[in-house]
């Protein structure tokens, strides 16, 4: 079996008095692809902190990439992992252009690029290519749409060719079609040789796409379930996750 591209063991997080993620066992290995579910406030985002390198655990062990989290050097750590979330799109000022969004994904900066070799923009325009948006060539950040900047973040992400890519409540201010022609673009993205491992926190079981092939589930800080997706999206054990009852009968 081939090792681990993410090993938590026993992993805790205290915050103050609070105990915000507890005895977490979890494991992620080539060709997995995620989705992590929970209520808010149960330390989804604090899981993410922890699989990425930007947060040590209180207790506990941490493997990321065949390195130990605090053994490795993390500037190379990080380059390795794409991460698409709100606070991305909260550093990229609207005068930055399409071109320098994506580049900037290389050493995970956030700004314009003084110089780009002609090695990068052939990356960047082959991630254009992939995600279907070479026509937003020459424009700004600011000006595109909701939809135009995922595809953009997204694209920022893959530009390292990472091992893991996270993906932090991502379609959460799309419109249904957007939302929809982007799951095919992951799902193809998916089928890629060298393909990252996704990893994937929703709300929203309709983003859970076919690709997606383990689940877990995280309620007040532990791991209420865990493993293969069909065994663990099961309705008894979302309705404890959420606290509903189980609904046999269709709405009126």
């Given amino acids: 079996m081939n090792n681990p591209l993410l090993a938590l063991t026993n992993v805790s997080i205290t915050r103050g008095n609070k105990e915000v993620l507890s005895q977490i066992n979890w494991s992620i290995f080539p060709q997995e692809h995620w989705v ?6 149960c330390g989804k985002s604090t899981l993410l902190e922890i699989a990425s390198g930007y947060l040590w655990p209180t207790e506990g062990q941490v493997y990321l990439l065949e390195g130990k989290l605090g053994e490795v050097y993390l ?3 990080r380059a390795k992992i794409g991460y ?16 320098d969004v994506i580049a900037s994904g290389t050493d995970a900066s ?3 690029m003084v110089d780009m070799s002609s090695s990068l923009k052939q990356k960047v325009n082959e991630q254009l290519e992939f995600f279907e948006i070479s026509y937003l060539k020459g424009r700004l950040f ?8 995922l595809k953009l973040i997204l694209a920022r992400s893959l530009i390292n060719n990472p091992s893991i890519l996270i993906l932090d409540e991502p379609f959460a201010h799309l419109d249904i079609s957007t939302r929809y022609h982007t799951y095919d673009l992951l799902n193809k993205l998916s089928k890629r040789a060298n393909a990252p491992s996704i ?3 929703t709300h929203y079981l309709e983003d859970i796409c076919p690709f997606f092939t383990h689940a877990l589930l995280l309620k007040q800080g532990q791991i209420h379930a865990s493993g293969l997706k069909n065994d663990i999206l099961r309705p008894d054990l979302l309705s404890q996750l959420f606290n509903i009852p189980l609904r046999t009968t269709p709405l009126a």
Avoid: M
């Fill in 36 to 41: 992590i579910l929970g209520s808010n406030g």
């Fill in 75 to 77: 500037p190379d750590l």
């Fill in 84 to 99: 698409v979330a709100a606070w991305v799109f909260a550093h990229l000022t609207d005068d930055i252009p399409v071109e």
């Fill in 110 to 112: 956030i700004g314009r």
């Fill in 142 to 149: 600011g000006d595109l749409s909701s939809g135009e900047k």
């Fill in 199 to 201: 990893i994937l926190v």
